[in-house]
């Protein structure tokens, strides 16, 4: 999570992909993690305007999507490094002052779904804009659900089997559910084996 102080005088945030080298016996499994090797810059983001990445979700083409959290957008960046910003979300009425802990409006949580469909979270401290959002190719952003504004709705999850997605809050403690079609989140864990093989757990 971001805290909400950003330096005036940096220019660029990267994002950074490396590759393992596996070292190992033959016959032999090793229980050592080799160091990380030719690490590299993907992209630049401007710290200038509130490019701070929270959260990602990857595509088979190679392009990621981020959540830039202070600037409340969510963003794709393909192979090569160039970005491009999908969608800003709507500022709450008083700055984004009470969202919980941090004090300003942000989206967090990202997930991608087969058909392109992104769904993310957008913590604001507000009733009207709380929520998880959903955002269709070509479309414009659209809140599905609404999640407690006391809260800061952080990490997200896609179970494609049930269409269902799984909502962390960090400042609640809380696990809900809600499926991808909207509606009202339902309290609870998830089920038993979860998370599936081809899905990223829920984070917080």
């Known amino acids: 999570m971001f805290k909400n102080t950003l330096s ?28 990380l090797s030719c690490a590299r810059i993907a992209a630049h983001f401007d710290l200038a305007r509130h490019q701070t990445p929270e959260n990602i979700a990857l595509a088979a083409d ?4 981020v959540t830039f959290a202070a600037a409340r957008q969510v963003a794709r960046i393909i192979p090569g490094g160039s ?14 002052i009470h969202t919980p802990v941090l004090g300003f409006a942000l989206t967090t949580g990202i997930v991608r779904a087969h058909d392109g469909t992104l769904y993310f ?17 070509g479309g414009a952003p659209q809140r599905i659900a609404a999640l407690p504004a006391s809260g800061l709705p952080n990490g997200l999850a896609l179970d494609p089997r049930t269409r269902t997605l799984y ?30 093989p081809d899905s990223s757990a829920p984070t917080g």
């Open 121 to 137: 979270l957008y913590a604001t401290g507000t009733a009207d804009l709380t929520g998880l959002w959903r955002l269709r190719p």
């Open 62 to 65: 190679g392009s990621a999507y």
């Open 83 to 96: 970005t491009r910003i999908l969608a800003t979300l709507p500022a709450p009425a008083d700055g984004g």
């Open 167 to 196: 909502v962390t809050d960090s400042v609640l403690g809380t696990i809900s559910s809600v499926p991808t079609t909207g509606g009202t989140p339902a309290p609870g864990p998830p089920p038993p084996n979860w998370p599936p």
């Open 8 to 35: 005036k005088t940096s220019a660029a945030a990267v994002v950074l992909t490396a590759a393992a080298v596996v070292a190992a016996t033959p016959g032999v499994a090793s229980a050592v993690s080799a160091p």
